[in-house]
């Protein structure tokens, strides 16, 4: 029982490049979420999906995309990487919207040079 | 607009019960109050999750008035191990769509 796998656990990128990071849950969870973690704050929302095909902006949505093609995957990607990127990204997962409680990825590590 | 409103820290000594209490005026009909937990270059990890009255598992309570514009997370007999950050999740309106947004956390501190 894996839960949410997140890859690469650690990245580093310089600026204008792009990469997507992956996210991908086995317990046929119909939400999935994206945050991302400044050092020392809480997290913020960045996309979330209801079920594949349809997904919403969250907080900071900005310098970001998502696709939800099946149910299990929820890849993040930056297009053109900026240093005001660099954070923990963390992908979550929950059967309902909110009742149950999210179940969280590792995290994968950003850093933007 | 913050959603949800927590101290920014706390300190307790070991063996002590602590009581974290994270203010949502703003609470929906329908929201559910759900409190994490989070220790460094972790996830946050699910702890307990109410919607009205009190609840209990085996690590935590959840107590919730009636007019359940706050709630109150109880940890009985802390250790050193409880040192972490906690968050209260309730949704917000965001955009003219319903989002579920994390507040700012409380830092608790458990000392020897």
């Known amino acids: 029982n894996a839960g949410v796998t997140q890859t690469p656990k650690f990245r580093i990128l310089k600026i204008g490049q792009s990469m997507t990071l992956q996210c991908t849950q086995d317990?046929?969870?119909?939400?999935m979420y994206w945050y991302r973690q400044d050092p020392g704050m809480g997290l913020k929302l960045i996309y979330y999906s209801v079920g594949a095909g349809i997904t919403d902006k969250g907080e900071v949505p900005n310098g970001y995309n998502v696709s939800r093609s099946t149910t299990e995957d929820f890849p993040l990607r930056l297009e053109l990487a900026a240093p005001s990127q660099t954070s923990v990204y963390f992908c979550?997962?929950?059967?309902?919207?909110?009742?149950?409680?999210?179940?969280f990825g590792s995290g994968t590590r950003l850093t933007v040079v | 607009l913050a959603k949800t409103t927590q101290p920014i820290s706390m300190d307790s000594y070991e063996g002590q019960e602590v009581n974290i209490t994270c203010s949502h005026n703003?609470?929906?009909?329908?929201?559910?109050i759900t409190w994490y937990q989070q220790f460094p270059s972790q996830g946050p990890r699910f702890i307990i999750q109410?919607?009205?009255t009190k609840v209990t598992n085996e690590v935590a309570s959840l107590f919730i008035p009636a007019d359940r514009k706050s709630s109150t997370l109880s940890l009985p007999r802390v250790s050193l191990s409880d040192t972490a950050v906690y968050y209260c999740l309730v949704g917000a309106w965001m955009d003219s769509s319903y989002k579920l947004i994390f507040g700012s956390g409380t830092r608790l501190l458990v000392r020897p």
């Open positions: 979550a997962s929950s059967y309902s919207k909110g009742e149950g409680g999210y179940t």
């Open positions: 703003n609470i929906a009909t329908n929201d559910y």
């Open positions: 109410g919607y009205k």
């Open positions: 317990m046929n969870h119909n939400y």
